[in-house]
């Protein structure tokens, strides 16, 4: 059997990773408040190094406290946070994994409502993207304390046993600041790009002698001022990377947003070509991010020699086992490149879409609970899908039924749009998790409660979905009209031209997809914007794609009061007008719980009750939310056994002494 290429150890200085894997320094928010470490973050990252991860990184982690970016950000800036720092270091290392952690300030992309200063920057260049705050431009002197800043914030970490620290000097923060041509206006000695970081390399290496060192980068900055790969690649040897261990490849800054974090639309693997040059050229490990996500792909980039190492993120954030399963050829739990994870970050802990328990691996079941039972689930979307899972891990027998010929829900309708390719990736490993489970489905089944009155389950789970509102217009008899969802199930050819009344998530992505197909498409909306239910890295890509389309027409903020036959009458403002409407009218209204069930089916009383999940327990809206709902629904059901099990036994106790 041949090794795979990355599983050879690689050396960073004078530590050594025990394969290829790198978990990125991705932004997490669960530090508490003041920047302090805690259990639920240790826990997070402990889990990722289980998984196999040869390196771990904390997220970038704040070296002063005005260069701080979000709320419960990693701080690295007072000696207060050491203890936590050196907790997790133990937590790392006894999961036999080496230990990062990426050096930052925020400069102009801090936010003072986050940090409680006026943010700093090398020229006074807002950043709209978070907010617009004017940074006040840094005099030398408070340049030099934020380099002597950088090297005492390395020296705590090596304090407190960490064994690499990565420098962040891309995506748009202040070592990139001073980088680029597009923020760093200067006339002074700091007008030279390379100067600031070479002197924070300095300070680094003076403060924590000896500790592997690396420089995070972006290959391009992909606007239209700023740096493109030459220009990079000019400035990257200008800085003293033989002071260095290892380079790491990223790209973008906060205007060209698309670039860090890329849409699950775009090619695995897409920043490796970027990185080849660096692997070549320099005599110290370079690694590459950008939408690794299968083992295919990190065996390929290493293989070709385009990168000695992959920085994974949302891939681990994922599944923590990736590694492993990359190794022994195991399944892993798909990153659908969703970017829910990355947009939920202004609120506070990351989440992920497609694995519930993310951030709270303190409270996930290790083991399976002793007391099986039996449970129904009917529907197999994504959270009767879910909940049948997690019900088997516990060790109940389940039975997972579906009106429909294939498993799945509305999310397959969804992973066959042109914005959702990956999607798919996460029904296939549902499917051949419930298999290797045995779980037993009925696909075309449609039940009620007359048809399981009589197989004496212990509990059913109602996820029947949701379905689109009732919309009642006059004149609706001039043509067809269906909800969206319709449609697409349907499986109808792309028509010639297609009206579609709302603007949601669900509109804008049937939109685009028809647009791609060359349907003429107008959009209706009393929403004031298309995708206003998206995070702004959700839809980064396909708000200007829809916006650059000559084939679509938009009215927003109004609402169809009256169809006919090629036109529609609308109200924008109180104000009635005439509108062309071609085509088939398709209702994108949401969804309400399809919960017709849920009455019969409490009626059969089983003994652990009926518990409705997703959207037809109106928790849904959401993949994450479905799955979220789903493990708490299979938790509890395991809980209400363990509980009557201890209850028969009391009885049955309480007889015997009688």
Known sequence: MTAHPF??????????????????????NYCEVDGTMTDEYIAYLERRAAGGAALVFTEASYVRADGKGRIRQMGVDVDERIPGIAKLAEAIHAQGALVGVELNHGGRTAQGAVSGFVPVAPSPIPCAVVGG???????????????????????????AGIDVISLHGGHGYLIHQFLSPAYNHRDDEWADPTL???????AVRTMAPGIALGLRFSAFEATDDGLDAEATRARIDAIDTDRLDFLDVSAGNYESGQWIIQPGEWPRGLLAPYSRQYTRDFDIPVGVAGRISSPEIASQIIESGQADFVSMARTLHADPDFPNRALDGGRYRPCIACNYCIDSLAAGPVPCSVNPWVGRELEQPSTPADVPVRVAVIGAGPSGMAAARDLAVAGHRVDLYDERDSLGGDFVLASRLHEYPEYSRIVDWYLAELADLDVTCHPGTRVDAAALAGLDFDAIVLA?????????????????VRDVREFLESGDPAPEAITIFGADREAAAVADDLLQ?????????????????????????LLPRLAASENLTTHLSSIVTRIEEDRVVISTGGEERVVDAPGELLISHGVEPRADLLAALRGLAPRLGVHPVGDASGDGGSIHAALVTAAAVAAKITAAAVAAKITAAAGAREEVSA
């Open 7 to 28: 599983a050879a150890p690689l050396d960073l200085g004078n530590v050594r990773l025990r394969n290829r894997f790198v978990s990125a320094p991705m932004e997490r």
């Open 133 to 159: 705050d004017m940074p006040e431009q840094l005099d030398g002197d408070d340049i030099e304390h934020i380099v002597e800043c950088f090297g005492e914030a390395a020296a705590r970490c090596q304090r």
């Open 196 to 202: 600031f970081v070479n002197r924070v390399i300095d």
């Open 464 to 480: 029947t979905g949701g379905r689109g509102p009732a919309v009642d217009l006059p004149g609706a008899g001039t043509r067809r």
């Open 517 to 541: 197909q060359g349907t003429t498409v107008v959009m209706i909306g009393p929403q004031a914007t298309i995708a206003h239910d998206v995070g702004r890295r959700g839809k980064i890509v």
